[in-house]
Each structure stands twice: as C-alpha cells, then as structure tokens.
C-alpha cells in the first residue's frame, strides 16, 4: 500500500453521514480526498473525481477496518472523546463567513418539511451558547421561516458575523425563541 498523507482534525461533526452516530456518542472516523473549486457545485463533474485518491483512501479504510476488528476480537474495545472545546475549522475558501455551529439531523432531511431537526450544536459555537438541544427543530432564523435545509442555508448566507439574531426552535412541541450571536467560520477574512 502507498503511503498517504494524512491530516488529522476535525471535531467528528460533519455533513455527512457520521454526524448522528457522533452526536449519539459513537466512535466515528471520516476519510476524504479533499475539497475542490467544483466541490459540491453543480459544476462538479465526474472528471474530477480524485479516482487515485479514493483508491488510496479505500485501502486505508479496508486497512483500518481489518485493525480494528482484530482488536475487538481480542477483547479490546473502541473509547469515545468528545472535544473540550470548539474545534479548528477550517475553510476550503468557498464557505460564507456566517456560522452557528447547529448540527442537522441528517437522517431526518430526506425531502422533509416543517423545519430542520437537530441532532445538536457544536461545542462553544453560538448555538450551544444560545440554548438549542438535541431534538431541537429550527423553523425559524433572523426573522425568516425556516422550512427546509435549504431555507436553513439561505438565512445564513444573509447574516454576518457579529449580528444577533434569533433562532426560533420547537422544543416538546413548544415554540422557544433563542437570542444568539452569528460566529464567524475560522479561516475567512484571512
């Protein structure tokens, strides 16, 4: 197998699948070629595909995998830590400024409407400091309706870091309005 190099980080959140399992207190791993410009852009295409890079990174998967099962065999066991604090995040230069550190539900976004569910917030972001909680579901944000993921990401694109705003949650069935302040994403302005 060819040597890889990694870079190690993150805070286990993240939009994709692994996000509920480490939100639920399981202990998740995420390997990634990396970003680029057409990341996740209708522009992106099958052409850019690292296909080298997912080889290479399916080997270490299939690596890790067969590792860690040895170790469960032999009585070992997996731990879990949450981080202390907000973690490092940084950009890949095409994100907005604005960030609240919500977790989304993602497996409860397939075509859902009626608001985002969240499975949480990320430690020291403005919504853990304004109160929102697993379960939560955000159905409004800056005075706007929140409906959908999308609704989500379009009322955060207007806000600037620094703003207050309010985050309108469903809690229990009960309608709670959280006062919060929009963080800046690390790694913008630089």
Same mark, same amino acid.
Request: hydrophobic letters at 35%; a positive charge; aromatic letters at 6%.
């Given at each position: 197998?060819?040597?890889?190099?990694?870079?190690?980080?993150?805070?286990? =959140?993240?939009?994709?699948?692994?996000?509920?399992?480490?939100?639920?207190? +399981?202990? +998740?791993?995420?390997?990634?070629?990396?970003?680029?410009?057409?990341?996740?852009?209708?522009? &992106?295409?099958?052409?850019?595909?690292?296909?080298?890079?997912?080889?290479?990174?399916?080997?270490?998967?299939?690596?890790?995998?067969?590792?860690l099962a040895g170790r469960l065999? &032999?009585?070992?066991?997996?731990?879990?830590?949450?981080?202390?604090?907000?973690?490092?995040?940084?950009?890949?230069?095409?994100?907005?400024?604005? =960030?609240?550190?919500?977790?989304?539900?993602?497996?409860?976004?397939?075509?859902?409407?009626?608001?985002?569910?969240?499975?949480?917030?990320?430690?020291?972001?403005?919504?853990?400091?304004?109160? +929102?909680?697993?379960?939560? +579901?955000?159905?409004?944000?800056?005075?706007?309706g929140v409906d959908?993921?999308?609704?989500?990401?379009?009322?955060?694109?207007?806000?600037?870091?620094?703003?207050?705003?309010?985050?309108?949650?469903?809690?229990?069935?009960?309608?709670?309005?959280?006062?919060?302040?929009?963080?800046?994403?690390?790694?913008?302005?630089?």
């Open positions: 197998m060819q040597g890889l190099d990694c870079k190690l980080g993150g805070d286990g =959140y993240g939009p994709s699948d692994m996000t509920p399992f480490y939100a639920a207190g +399981v202990p +998740v791993i995420f390997f990634f070629t990396g970003p680029h410009a057409d990341y996740h852009r209708p522009s &992106d295409t099958a052409d850019k595909i690292n296909a080298m890079g997912v080889v290479q990174v399916a080997g270490t998967a299939a690596a890790v995998v067969e590792a065999k &032999d009585g070992g066991a997996l731990s879990f830590q949450k981080p202390k604090g907000p973690a490092p995040r940084a950009g890949d230069g095409r994100g907005y400024g604005a =960030y609240l550190g919500t977790i989304p539900d993602f497996t409860a976004m397939q075509g859902q409407k009626g608001g985002v569910k969240l499975t949480g917030a990320r430690p020291g972001s403005p919504a853990e400091k304004a109160g +929102v909680l697993s379960g939560d +579901v955000l159905v409004g944000l800056g005075g706007k959908t993921l999308e609704d989500m990401s379009f009322v955060l694109r207007t806000l600037k870091p620094g703003q207050a705003t309010e985050l309108v949650i469903l809690r229990d069935g009960k309608k709670l309005t959280l006062p919060a302040t929009v963080g800046q994403r690390s790694g913008e302005g630089k």
